[in-house]
């Protein structure tokens, strides 16, 4: 395992582990020393799944890579709401 500073994965390109291109982070949210989740700017395609927020906040736990990519679980998305533990953003 690789170990990156945070200023090294600010806008890389983020994809679903479906190989869809959903946007760019913007930003880390640390929470006592950790990496607690990722704003996300949304772009292309995946911004009518988000009903008119520009960007969502992912949680950590649903980040499955960091490489010259950043990969998202599917499962991670906004279908549903804030019940999933994604948060929509305005930015």
Same mark, same amino acid.
Request: glycine share 12%; net charge positive.
């Given at each position: 395992m690789k170990v990156r500073r945070i200023s090294e994965v600010l *806008? @890389? @390109?983020v994809y679903t582990d479906s190989g869809e291109f959903f946007g760019e982070v913007e930003?880390?949210?640390?929470? $006592?020393n950790r990496i607690d %989740?990722? *704003?996300i *700017?949304?772009?292309g395609g +995946? !911004?009518? +799944?988000i009903s008119g927020a520009r960007g969502v906040i992912i949680p950590h736990h649903f980040v499955k890579a960091i490489t010259d990519v950043f990969i998202i679980s599917r499962g991670a998305l906004? !279908? %549903? %709401?804030? $019940? +999933?533990g994604v948060e929509e953003a305005e930015f």
């Open positions: *806008r @890389k @390109k930003e880390c949210n640390l929470h $006592e %989740g990722w *704003r *700017r949304v772009t +995946m !911004s009518p +799944m906004p !279908s %549903g %709401g804030a $019940e +999933m």
